[in-house]
């Protein structure tokens, strides 16, 4: 089973829209955190943002907001008034608490190709 | 207050040629992963290193690549005889030293930014 699932390969959004790009995740550890990086087109990977299982609030920063439901295993990330450097892939990423001792590793879902559009 | 830094952003080499990546991890960072990422893919997870520990390379392919973190000096990852195949980018992540090993690591990975490796 997919550990990440990012279902939209690619998405439009007007410049200055709302736009969410999904995630649904797999894990039976009551513990994990998840994250999304943005990658534009120059390749580097650069963080945006994070939530931990058990925080009781969404995580924001700046126009990024993760849309956290626990319940339903999604961590859509939400981002608000689009600008054209927007325009990049965006990866969900999680991390599990694993074994004791072990490596927490992270695993990356396929990615969302998002375009903004003038 | 520089990121992560890797070297060479592009290399190629020809098959059954070696080629060596170089990742330097932010300052304070003691924790370094690398990443490969094929074309029109995510990221997957190849090598955990700590300073002169192989901590989990269960994402390495068994045979040509190996990886290293000596106390002094960048992550070397190497990959002997190159194939095809191997074209891909590859990322370096860093991040300082983690907290109690049950509890999930918060610190975030912070990414390079990637040498992409092309072979002929």
């Known amino acids: 089973a997919q550990k990440i699932t990012q279902t939209q390969p690619g998405m439009f959004v007007q410049e200055k829209e709302a736009v969410t790009l999904d995630c649904t995740y797999d894990t039976s550890d009551p513990s994990y955190g998840l994250f999304w990086y943005k990658q534009p087109s120059s390749g580097e990977m650069i963080f945006l943002i994070y939530?931990?299982?058990?925080?009781?609030q969404n995580a924001t920063e700046g126009r990024y907001s993760l849309n956290f439901q626990k319940a339903r295993k999604s961590a859509n990330l939400v981002i608000s008034a689009s600008q054209l450097g927007d325009s990049a892939m965006y990866f969900c990423a999680m991390r599990e608490r694993g074994r004791p001792g072990g490596y927490q590793k992270v695993t990356f879902g396929i990615g969302t190709k998002l375009q903004v559009i003038p | 207050n520089a990121g992560v830094m890797q070297n060479p952003r592009h290399l190629v080499r020809r098959r059954g040629q070696e080629a060596r990546l170089r990742c330097s991890p932010m300052k304070g960072h003691s924790h370094v992963y690398w990443y490969r990422q094929l074309p029109e893919e995510g990221l997957k997870f190849m090598v955990y290193?700590?300073?002169?520990?192989?901590?989990?390379e269960s994402g390495m392919p068994k045979e040509r690549f190996s990886a290293e973190f000596p106390k002094e000096g960048p992550s070397i990852l190497r990959i002997q005889q190159v194939v095809r195949g191997d074209s891909a980018a590859y990322f370096c992540a860093s991040s300082p030293p983690g907290g109690h090993p049950w509890a999930v690591n918060t610190d975030t990975q912070y990414f390079g930014p990637g040498t992409r490796l092309t072979v002929l």
């Open positions: 290193l700590q300073k002169e520990n192989i901590i989990d």
């Open positions: 939530q931990g299982s058990y925080d009781q």
